[in-house]
């Protein structure tokens, strides 16, 4: 029975992933010990499950009859998992993770880091990608993501989205820059100063800066210097090049060493939400619900 359930894992793998080379990489085996599986399986029920092709599979009818029986089959071990799960204290099991590259690095992974201490039992993959990616095509339990600032969740089909915490941005400058070129005190003023920008997926970003009435300011930053990396960014404002736009969390540390003075000190800077988002479940596991409740409490702009 135990090899029939591993082959059943291996099977749904296969077709989900599109192909036994796609299926083998996920499961961390070989393509041929994927195909044998299939192989093995399709003996023992008399019947074949793919058509094969030099170039591809593609399920017959009795694989599709069987494909969506198996998911039915998994969906219930899966629940029965979290059932038993969630009478226990401890995490346990693999937890997949996407986070954006440096929040994910300066923000997510200290918090998940401290989870895993206290969950010895608890295994957690990691994938850093400013990409969008798709939860359920590319396996993940759980994704971290920046909202955009026109307030609109990043939602999708079959996830749930929770607000987990909060990003803002301000203006930053080093002590000496502004010794030198003083100190605005309008985004107006911006024109007359150096600025850094910030360029992501060949999209110079825009500086935003709310207003009264709800409404954000749009600031083109004119500048001889372009980075496609916030933290070089940071850097180059402590250098004394010019003004930047930056998260908080990240210019906090060069603030508290007096390394870099944050500008338009009246204005309370852009604020836009982080988001956890995860597959649809009727019985969440401990493993990821522990993981959500830990960045909720944890991130900057935390939702206690």
Not at 53 to 65: E, F
Not at 126 to 133: E, G, K, L, N, W
Not at 175 to 199: C, I, N, Q, S
């Amino acid at each position: 029975m135990s090899d029939s359930l591993n082959g059943v894992s291996v099977f749904v793998e296969a077709v989900e992933a599109g192909g036994f080379s796609a299926a083998a990489a996920k499961l961390h085996l070989s393509r041929s010990a994927v195909g044998k599986t299939v192989a093995r399986m399709e003996e023992r029920l008399g019947v074949r499950l793919f058509h094969r092709t030099t170039r591809s599979q593609s399920l017959t009818h009795d694989g599709q009859v069987f494909y969506e029986r198996c998911l039915r089959a998994l969906e219930e071990l899966r629940a029965g998992e979290a059932l038993l799960e969630s009478g226990k204290q401890e995490a346990a099991g693999r937890l997949r993770v996407s986070v954006p590259v440096l929040y994910g690095r300066r923000c997510v992974a200290p918090i998940l880091m401290k989870l895993a201490r206290a969950h010895p039992k608890l295994e957690v993959d990691m994938s850093f990608s400013d990409r969008t990616v798709d939860l359920l095509e590319d396996g993940f339990d759980l994704a971290i993501r920046n909202g955009g600032s026109n307030g609109v969740g990043p939602g999708g089909d079959g996830l749930t989205v929770r607000r987990v915490g909060h990003q803002r941005m301000s203006v930053f400058a080093s002590p000496g820059y502004l010794r030198k070129r003083g100190t605005p005190r309008t985004w107006e003023a911006f024109a007359k100063h150096d600025t850094l920008a910030y360029v992501r997926l060949g999209q110079l970003r825009t500086w935003l800066f709310p207003q009264e009435d709800g409404s954000n300011v749009e600031l083109i930053p004119r500048s001889r210097l372009r980075f496609d990396d916030l933290e070089a960014i940071a850097d180059a404002a402590v250098a004394g090049l010019g003004l930047a736009w930056l998260p908080c969390w990240l210019a906090e540390d060069r603030v508290r060493a007096k390394d870099l003075v944050r500008v338009l000190t009246d204005s309370p800077g852009l604020r836009f939400d982080v988001y956890a988002l995860w597959p649809n479940t009727p019985h969440l596991p401990m493993r990821v619900r522990v993981a959500i409740d830990a960045l909720a409490a944890g991130l900057p702009g935390s939702v206690k």
